[in-house]
């Protein structure tokens, strides 16, 4: 795992994705590195191997260059929140519960039935990404995975390619670093927090961005 096969491939680039469903945002934002990631992992239907991905991987940081997502707005649509009811999880019944298998599902959850709650799913006519590494290999491997967020499985989340665009900004350091320098000329202020850099690394000290950042696109 590490830099692109062809790192003269490799150049900072802005993805953009069109976003067709609400997404409802998990609290750990996605970066572009760990929704790659999950496409390998896919294409290869292999989850207990490492995969190497078309990123440039930053030595000093010990993380990819790919920024978090962020939602792109227009000066005619912005960003809204819908409430979307969602089957969160099944409560563990003992054996005898099994007889009320038909028992009508309820918002607070009941006795028996599965509870539901109301997440709050964001829409907005665009999902950015910012990266260093080769677009049309990240573009090919994001075809594995058309949702993001949690609701990918309930038909939330569903997004397209729209196009890759070149950045001179390095705005892929809009993510999580061991450095708080990196977050430095942007308009946000770094939040400490514990994250993994990596998809397959631990959990360790880091500065991000606020899980929601918006950017107007023209």
Not at 28 to 41: G, I, N, Q
Not at 67 to 81: C, D, K, M, N, R
Not at 143 to 156: D, F, K, L, T
Request: aromatic letters at 10%; charged letters at 20%; glycine letters at 6%.
């Amino acid at each position: 795992m590490g830099p692109p096969q062809s790192p003269e491939q490799a150049r900072p680039f802005k993805l953009i994705l069109q976003l067709h469903t609400p997404l409802v945002l998990p609290h750990v934002v996605p970066r572009l590195d760990t929704l790659l990631y999950e496409a390998a992992c896919r294409r290869e239907m292999d989850w207990s191997s490492p995969h190497s991905l078309p990123l440039v991987f930053d030595e000093n940081q010990g993380a990819f260059r790919a920024s978090q997502l962020i939602f792109g707005v227009t000066p005619q649509f912005g960003l809204e929140a819908h409430q979307i009811g969602l089957i969160t999880y099944l409560y563990r019944l003992p054996l005898l519960a099994a007889r009320n298998v038909r028992a009508p599902l309820r918002i607070d959850g009941g006795d028996w039935a599965p509870k539901l709650t109301q997440q709050q799913g964001r829409l907005c006519p665009y999902i950015v990404f910012y990266a260093e590494g080769n677009p049309d290999a990240c573009v090919d491997l994001l075809s594995e995975v058309p949702h993001i967020g949690i609701g990918y499985s309930h038909g939330q989340g569903a997004v397209t390619f729209v196009s890759t665009e070149s950045d001179d900004q390095a705005r892929w350091r809009q993510r999580s670093w061991r450095d708080p320098g990196l977050h430095t000329d942007f308009t946000y202020t770094p939040q400490a927090d514990a994250l993994r850099l990596t998809p397959w690394g631990e959990d360790e000290a880091v500065y991000r961005p606020p899980r929601i950042l918006r950017e107007v696109l023209t």
